[in-house]
């Protein structure tokens, strides 16, 4: 199966974020983690099969903090749940992509994760990612 996992917002505040998204979802569960790697604290909310992530920098030097200050808050990056994430990654690598990572490695939500960067994938910032 693959599917949109989840769509990346790069935020400046996570409690005003959800709040704007709270008002018109019904009985949302909203899940907090931080994920030291990235230097980012974030929020899940479940959409269905989908969810919304929003990312807070916990630190000047992190990438969001970065996207931030370059390009404001907003989408920063789309999040596709592969089966295999070694072989995706490989596929990738075989026609040229240019890849961020070319190692999965530890991402939210106990996901195996790697970053494709935005040259190859028209202007998208795409993650992807595989459950353990
Ligand atoms: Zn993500």
């Known amino acids: ?14 409690e005003t974020a ?3 998204y709270q008002a018109f979802l019904d009985d949302v569960e909203i899940e907090y983690e931080e994920v030291p790697s990235q230097k980012v604290k974030v929020a899940v909310i479940p959409l269905g099969d989908s969810r919304l992530e929003f990312l807070q920098p916990t630190s000047p030097d992190s990438p969001i903090a970065g996207f931030i200050e370059k390009r404001g808050q907003g989408i920063q990056h789309i999040c596709i749940e592969v089966n295999d994430i070694n072989e995706a990654l490989k596929k990738l690598e075989e026609k040229g992509y240019k890849l961020i990572d070319k190692e999965p490695r530890e991402g939210a939500m ?8 935005p040259k190859s994938t028209g202007g998208v910032l795409l993650e992807l990612s595989q459950k353990k």
């Open 1 to 14: 199966m693959q599917r949109v996992h989840h769509i990346g917002i790069a935020v400046e505040n996570l």
């Open 18 to 20: 959800v709040a704007t």
């Open 110 to 117: 106990g996901m195996k994760i790697a970053f494709v960067h």
